[in-house]
């Protein structure tokens, strides 16, 4: 029988199993509390996010050593708390937890005005730069191992020419350095942000336009965010994703002048070709 003594000890210091899984085992009296406690922890710091799914019903019992009926409750729980969706026949999922900031009508509103690419641009630019400056300083070896195979993906992708794979990879990539900044508000507002990234609301036409020399020079700066973070150098990781974004925007710009230029030059065209025909009055009789 534990004594008073060990009892409190194990309650207040109670060791959980090494693992390699998302939860940890639980020794303590109020073991749906706790199967909750670890489910929010895992939400706020952003190592699920909205739309990921947890694991099944089961597995999360193996990892937490918790009786399934008491797995449900804190699931329902949380599914109360609208933190969580329990899809049937599919499992349990984060909720949208940042929708609102990107509805559909939002979305289409954007995808409707260029323009305000722009504004999208000024706030990352700033942000990327924080976010750069402090990954570089509160990255752990778990962060750096995230962005450094991200980086070599993005390699393999710039050299296969894959525009689909790239830009998806670009997405992650800013992700994770965000994610390694470990601050959980920053790290929820940014993977709203990086929806509109994703579904390709502002660059989707445009992507073509990034022809190899373009594809290398991202794939640098890319790079050289990465290496200052490696190096713990935050002001250079900061200056490096400020670079990244103001040559994001160029590009954009440019692509879109381009775009411009072109339509103008072939209704040009089409109107001198017209020009160019003879009426009916000029044919010669025969």
């Known amino acids: 029988m534990l004594t008073m003594e060990a009892d409190a000890k194990i309650q207040t210091h109670g060791e959980f199993m090494p693992t390699a899984t998302l939860f940890d085992q639980i020794d303590h009296d109020s073991v749906s509390e706790a199967v909750i406690a670890q489910i929010e922890d895992v939400i706020i710091t952003g190592v699920l996010k909205s739309g990921q799914k947890l694991p099944s019903e089961r597995e999360l019992a193996q990892q937490t050593g918790v009786s399934r009926p008491k797995i449900r409750v804190a699931i329902q729980t949380l599914e109360d708390r609208g933190l969580l969706a329990v899809k049937h026949g599919e499992g349990t999922f984060v909720a949208s937890l940042t929708g609102t900031a990107l509805s559909s009508a939002m ?57 689909a794979r790239e830009m998806k990879l670009d997405v992650q990539f800013h992700g994770a350095v965000v994610d390694a900044t470990h601050n959980a508000m920053l790290v929820h507002t940014m993977a709203s942000i990086y929806e509109l990234l ?12 990034l022809d190899t020399t373009r594809r290398e020079v991202l794939l640098e700066q890319h790079q050289a965010i990465g290496l200052a973070i490696f190096s713990r150098d935050a002001h250079a990781a900061a200056s490096a994703a400020e670079e990244h974004i103001n040559f994001a925007e ?37």
């Open 107 to 163: 979305i289409d509103l954007f995808s409707r005005h260029p323009e305000a690419f722009g504004d999208y641009l000024e706030f990352r630019r700033e942000v990327e730069g924080f976010a750069a400056f402090t990954a570089a300083q509160r990255a752990t070896s778990e962060d750096l191992a995230i962005i450094q195979q991200i980086l070599d993906e993005m390699a393999d992708a710039t050299v296969a020419f894959d525009p």
């Open 198 to 209: 994703a579904r390709g609301v502002f660059l989707g036409r445009n992507m073509e336009y």
């Open 250 to 286: 160029f590009s954009y710009r440019e692509a879109n002048s381009l775009e411009r230029r072109t339509d103008m030059a072939r209704k040009r065209r089409s109107l001198f070709t017209n020009q160019q025909q003879p009426t009916s009055r000029q044919r010669p009789s025969s």
